[in-house]
């Protein structure tokens, strides 16, 4: 049991600080209000804000940091001046471990080639009191709902599926490594207050439908940037019918909307899943305080009236679905898929099935996938496609073996991965990507952009149900609806696979020997945490400079992107994420991904002082090393997916100075803010058609910077054409600070000494 102490802190105070909410605002409150209004970080709740306007400063109670956004978080924290975190904070060794033969042997393999990693951040942790959680332990967003989430609390944390503990009523929210910064170092953490999406849910699941249905059809309505500026709650006769670790599920995937989080009211179910966990003292606390943990009855009652967008969903009458490829809000239906990909030309035979990651690895996953791979086995079919399974956590990983699924799966041909996120985030070490074939996967996971599993841009990954990933990948077909279609087993007979079975949790408990958890030392004061500074994998940072307070002249055009740029284009991942804790080395990975509007190619860009052609890292530090200022241009929700800060960094240690876009994702305008950059919208969307290869730019009023003024930005082309173009900005006065002070770790660092 973890932070107890904290947990009651939070539940003794939030019933006063909910009731001066109410009063304030004079209405019935919704659960997002409840908990944002509790968590303010000056205390009892005086003023009502404006959904989409107000920034508000909050007080979490927790932060969560997977390895390869750690090092980066805690390299920066280093830099704040302080002995010791101010909330619970932990750090989970998941990314880096890469799937490529099994678990056990990955697993060594990544304890060798990432030691000096996993001893820096080891380290790290005993010197400023973090939990940490050692390679093998399991997938950050897993371990935190088996072991800190809480119902009603507030975390942040360092990977976009942070919002997985959502599923246990809390807000919890992904960002960028100088947000986790603020908050171990105790200062506020800024938020633009949330509008609110409410879905309705109703009726129950049956047959084939899952809890990874209902976010696949929410993506299918809000599409990858409907959910921006958000928070999504879910509620209704439905939700009592969804396990615990299923509403995770449906929370975790709520990233792929661009939604600051997803959560739900606090239940039986959720109840049942701390018990489970060994977090009895929480579920009765939470059970004594039930009317705080959800929204108000008249909320429920006129959900219209309190939401800013309503959606509703009979769970009865929702189909399977396969989301995909290359976006995971492309929804289809189960039975529409046959005709979807041959209108699409997709390839319908299935290469290899995946199930597991952070959102779909628990014991219920697990458990009803295996119902379908016992009846294959029994019923003498094998698997078409390749099968992996990952496990969520060892904690899960044990319980599984212990009740027989791994061998049921293995019975099936199947390959059992290492406890980490491997394929989901591009550690897949996929035999013949490199041919760049054209080929169809399926998986459980939620992110199926070009090349994201495993590094392939001809892969078409489709996003389903792990029981789904399981009868596709025995059928290896990926027009096969298991609801009316029948397969021919190695008897020759016809097949018939029945809906899948299984247990929201474990009979007899869940079991482990070791869960790869090791607390911090006492008293960290004396330990070193040396970096060799020969190392290619760790860099201490040094400050980036402030702003002179002149306006930028002379900027030159890096690149014009064109179309989707996720931070998967804007600073990849897979062999890149070595480097997570080398500003420097990963910074040659740069924007390699986005599509040059003017060449349609990848990393291929003009160098404006010689006119050649070269990759774009490659040329934005020849104008660093000229001086020369540079410029981003991109399209609509630039940097969505992953709340990689990297993104935002690299430009600005290569000397970018503005990022000039049509609309942003939440987390990646919010990183750039904090790195110092400047993060700017076309007030008029079409003047992104305006912006030539050759141009250069100059600010006309930056030195009057302000909150709600658009800035003045003068284009001179390559024929001595001008034009003048407005650009807006959500800069408030604090964020104006972190401009001027050069980044916002830059402040914290001069408010210490």
């Known amino acids: 049991m973890f932070d107890l102490d904290m947990i009651k802190d939070v539940y003794t105070r ?11 605002l004079d209405r019935p409150l919704t659960l997002t209000e409840k908990i944002l209004y509790s968590h303010l970080y000056d205390g009892k709740p005086t003023e009502s804000f404006s959904p989409g306007e107000s920034y508000v400063e909050f ?6 940091m997977q390895d390869a956004t750690a ?15 101010a909330v619970p904070s932990t750090v989970h060794c998941d990314h880096l471990i890469q799937a490529k033969e099994s678990a056990s042997i990955d697993l060594a393999q990544a304890l060798d080639a990432n030691g000096e990693v996993y001893n820096f951040l080891e380290s790290v942790s005993n010197k400023y009191g973090l939990d940490f959680w050692k390679p093998g332990a399991g997938i950050i967003h897993q371990v935190v709902l088996e072991n800190y989430a809480f119902p009603g609390g507030m975390m942040i ?6 919002v997985n503990a959502g599923g246990l009523g809390m807000v919890a929210i992904g960002v960028g490594g100088a947000d986790a910064v603020d908050v171990m170092a105790g200062m506020p953490w800024e938020l633009k207050f949330p509008k609110l999406i409410g879905v309705r849910l109703t009726g129950e699941m049956k047959g084939w439908t899952s809890a990874k249905d209902v976010i696949l059809k929410v993506a299918g309505i809000l599409t990858v940037k409907g959910g921006t500026g958000a928070i999504v709650e879910y509620f209704g006769p439905g ?3 969804i396990s615990c670790t299923g509403k995770g599920t449906i ?12 959560m739900f009211g606090y239940d039986d179910n959720m109840g049942k899943y701390l018990r489970a966990t060994g977090r009895q003292e929480v579920a009765d606390m939470a059970d004594g305080m039930k009317g705080h943990l959800r929204a108000d009855d008249e909320v429920l009652e006129d959900p219209e009236l309190y939401y800013d967008q309503l959606i509703e969903i009979d769970l009865s009458m929702l189909e399977p679905h396969l989301n995909g490829p290359f976006t995971p809000d492309r929804a289809t239906p189960l039975s529409r898929m046959a005709a979807e990909a041959e209108a699409n030309d997709w390839p319908v035979k299935i290469e290899v099935g995946l199930i597991g990651s952070c959102t779909n690895s628990s014991y219920e996953d697990i458990s009803r996938a295996a119902s379908i791979a016992k009846q294959a086995v029994d019923k003498g079919l094998k698997t078409k496609a390749k099968f992996t399974i990952t496990p969520g956590s060892e904690q899960v990983r044990y319980t599984i073996e212990r009740d027989g699924f791994i061998d049921i799966f293995e019975q099936l041909g199947a390959n059992v991965f290492a406890n980490a996120c491997g394929p989901c985030i591009g550690q897949w070490a996929r035999a013949g990507a490199d041919k760049e074939e054209k080929n169809t996967i399926v998986h459980s996971f939620n992110r199926n952009f070009a090349k994201r599993a495993d590094g392939n841009p001809n892969t078409h990954a489709f996003v389903a149900s792990p029981e789904l990933v399981t009868a596709l990948a025995i059928a290896g077909d990926l027009t096969f609806d298991p609801v009316k279609d029948t397969l021919i087993n190695e008897k020759g007979d016809p097949v018939h696979l029945e809906p899948p079975t299984g247990f929201d949790l474990p009979r007899n408990g869940f079991a482990v020997k070791d869960l790869g958890y090791q607390a911090p030392v006492e008293d960290g004061s004396s330990i070193e945490v040396a970096i060799n500074p020969e190392s290619k994998r760790l860099e201490l940072l040094t400050p980036f400079s402030p702003w002179d307070g002149q306006n930028i002249t002379g900027m030159k055009l890096l690149i014009k992107a064109q179309g989707k740029c996720t931070t998967d284009h804007i600073s990849m991942a897979g062999p890149w994420l070595k480097f997570r804790g080398h500003l420097d080395n990963i910074s040659d990975n740069m924007l390699t991904g986005a599509m040059n509007i003017f060449n349609g190619q990848t990393n291929l860009v003009k160098n ?6 070269a990759p774009v890292p490659v040329t934005q530090r020849a104008y660093k090393g000229a001086g020369i200022p540079t410029i981003v241009v991109g399209d609509e929700n630039y940097g969505e997916g992953s709340s990689r800060e990297h993104a935002a960094m690299e430009p600005r240690h290569l000397g970018v100075r503005v990022v000039l876009v049509r609309s942003f994702a939440r987390i990646h305008e919010t990183n750039l803010k904090k790195q110092g950059m400047l993060a700017l919208t076309f007030a008029d969307r079409s003047d992104y058609e305006k912006i030539q290869e050759d141009d250069s730019f100059d600010f006309l009023d930056l030195d009057q910077f302000k909150p709600g003024q658009p800035l003045t930005l003068k284009i001179t082309h390559l024929d ?3 034009d003048e173009i407005k650009c807006n900005h959500s800069y408030n006065n604090s964020q104006i600070v972190w401009f001027k002070a050069g980044s916002a770790l830059n402040l914290i660092r001069s408010q210490q000494s």
């Open 14 to 24: 939030m019933a006063k600080r909910i009731d001066a909410t109410r009063t304030i």
């Open 59 to 64: 007080s979490p109670d927790r932060v969560a």
């Open 71 to 85: 090092q980066m978080a805690l390299l920066q924290f280093m830099m704040a001046g302080k002995d010791r975190v």
């Open 157 to 162: 944390g360092t990977d976009s599926h942070t």
């Open 239 to 241: 939700v009592d019918k």
């Open 251 to 262: 929370c975790n995937m709520g990233a792929e909307i661009g939604a600051t989080t997803s």
């Open 608 to 613: 404006q002082m010689n006119g050649e052609y």
């Open 720 to 722: 001595g054409a001008v």
